[in-house]
């Protein structure tokens, strides 16, 4: 069973930029499909962005395409979020996920979560 943990929120304005981590352990990263969900209070948890098992093909949420930026290296047992231009609606709790069969947008494909980091986009 992967362990993930998450790391890189914070407080940013506006049109800032942020980029947030995730490490596994207990398992290589390799052997999974790795997903970004966002979680804002009062609200379902949200699909951001998905990546494939080696980072050559990615999906990503209309809300973020262009504006965000998911990538892996599998050596370092990490997942990026790259996220620029950053709005108040993207204030939320970002998720990793990590799953065996999918790349999809759906929370329930996704076998493994991480605990989440907190993103404040200030107008």
């Known amino acids: 069973q992967v362990m993930l943990v998450e790391s890189g929120g914070g407080l940013v304005q506006a049109g800032g930029s942020l980029r947030v981590s995730c490490v596994a352990s207990d398992e290589p990263l390799s052997r999974y499909r790795m997903g970004w969900f966002r979680q804002a209070p009062g609200k379902e948890r949200q699909f951001v962005a998905s990546i494939n098992w080696r980072g050559h093909s990615t999906y990503y949420a209309d809300s973020v395409k262009g504006r965000f930026t998911i990538s892996r290296d599998n050596a370092k047992n990490t997942v990026y979020l790259q996220m620029n231009s950053l709005k108040p609606e993207d204030t939320a709790v970002y998720y990793c996920?990590?799953?065996?069969?999918?790349?999809?947008?759906?929370?329930?494909?996704?076998?493994?979560w991480g605990q989440g980091t907190q993103v404040t986009v200030s107008s």
């Open positions: 996920a990590a799953s065996t069969t999918t790349w999809g947008v759906e929370p329930r494909e996704y076998d493994y």
